[in-house]
């Protein structure tokens, strides 16, 4: 068995890169920048009135002086000429402020009679304008790579880059393996369940960027696995759940195998999901995550995501952990790397409870995982631990 750490290597080592491809705006949210892009304009492109009031020049501003109103400037609608001596133009919020103005007064501290506005409170000292550039300059980059929040995809636009280059979103092939199953929606005989682990793994690599695929459940025997490895070409990445142990019905290492997988490891020495594999068949990498619900799913934080993530481009690394307090005692830890869900609040973590794999109302009460290394002693309450955000 390996570690989480050498196994993590080994997935990065399989992770090749995506290529690049040019999206619109509206669909950039979400995705990796792969190359840098640089503001094709300034903005504000000119000096801006950030209120609305009048634009005249701060050494006149004194209180109860008297200024001549001789044009108005409009956000879209500028005033192009020049204002003189004891002269203002009405201005509201994003117009152009006129040559020969450097001080927007704001409505409020003037008093207006026809075309002449008088100062009634000067204790505003600021320009209320905003100089050219302020925002970012023509030139400005933003950097590759990097994930694009809302707010990058709003800097954009403003940059007028309304094509984006991006990492290719990675599909994600996912397949179900096991006669128990039945898709969400279908009727389950007495013997069935629902399969809930491609649903839970594909919102979570859809919200990372991903573009996860489900495919037809695969069946306890080499024929089904066989057609569902033949579904899933052209995926980047293809992941089989369940049927990894060494059940008389875990086939997958061997059909996997006999498609001529290379192995990269097998069994990693974590709980959950010990019987966790992973190769490269048919030029493809395949993680093979084990069955127990949670267990894939951590599978899916642990290893799926930062594999994912080096293959967009974003560098490899590990699932990002935060040190906390624990708001309670916990006992000590087995031999293997345990990721308990855990529940976090308020700055402190405590467990969430039964630590079975297959218990995802556990999973969905909680929104960490609490690493425990091996062998870790029993620990008090306020001893700082180790964790993992999850959704
Ligand atoms: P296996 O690794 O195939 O032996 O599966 C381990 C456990 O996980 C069994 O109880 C399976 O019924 C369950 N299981 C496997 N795949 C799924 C799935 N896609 N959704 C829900 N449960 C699953
Ligand atoms: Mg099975």
Known sequence: MISVTEALDNLFALADPLPVETV????????????SVTATRTQPPFAASSMDGYALKSVEADLHAQFKVIGEAAAGHGWHGKIGPGQCV???????????????????????????????????????????????????????????DPGDVALLASMNIA?????????????????????????????????SNTYGLAAMLTAIGAAPRILPIARDNRASLTTAFDLSQGA?????????????????????????????????????????????????????LPGNPVSAMVCGTIFVQPMLRAMMGLGQAPAPR????????????????????????EGQVTDAGAQDSS?????????????????????????MVEIIDIY
């Not at 290719?168 to 393996?177: D, E, G």
């Not at 040190?323 to 855990?342: C, D, F, K, T, W």
């Open 90 to 148: 009405r201005i509201f919020t994003g117009a152009p402020v006129p040559d020969g103005a450097d001080k927007v007064i704001i409505q409020e501290d003037v008093q207006r009679t026809g075309d002449v506005i008088t100062i009634s409170d000067d204790s505003d000292a600021k320009s209320n304008i905003r100089p050219a550039g302020v925002d970012f300059e023509i030139g400005t980059q933003m950097h590759a790579p990097r994930r694009l």
């Open 236 to 288: 980047d990445l293809v992941i089989t759940i369940g049927g990894a142990s060494v059940g008389d019905h875990d086939l997958v290492a061997g059909v996997a195998h006999d498609l001529g997988m290379e192995q990269s490891f097998y069994k990693v020495a974590m709980r959950p999901g010990k019987p966790l594999m992973a190769g490269r068949l048919r030029g493809t990498p395949m993680i093979g």
């Open 24 to 35: 619109g705006l509206r669909e950039a949210a979400g995705r990796v920048l792969a190359r």
């Open 163 to 195: 094509q984006v280059p991006v990492a290719r979103a990675p599909i994600v092939a996912l397949i179900s393996t096991g006669d128990e199953l039945v898709m969400p929606g279908e009727t389950p005989s007495a013997d069935q369940i629902i399969a």
């Open 359 to 383: 218990l995802l109302s556990v999973l969905s009460q909680s929104n960490a995982l609490m690493v425990r290394p091996p062998n870790d002693p029993a620990r008090a309450a306020g001893t």
């Open 322 to 345: 935060a040190q906390v307090p624990l708001a309670a005692a916990i006992s000590a830890n087995g031999p293997r790397e345990h990721y308990m869900r855990a529940i976090v609040s």
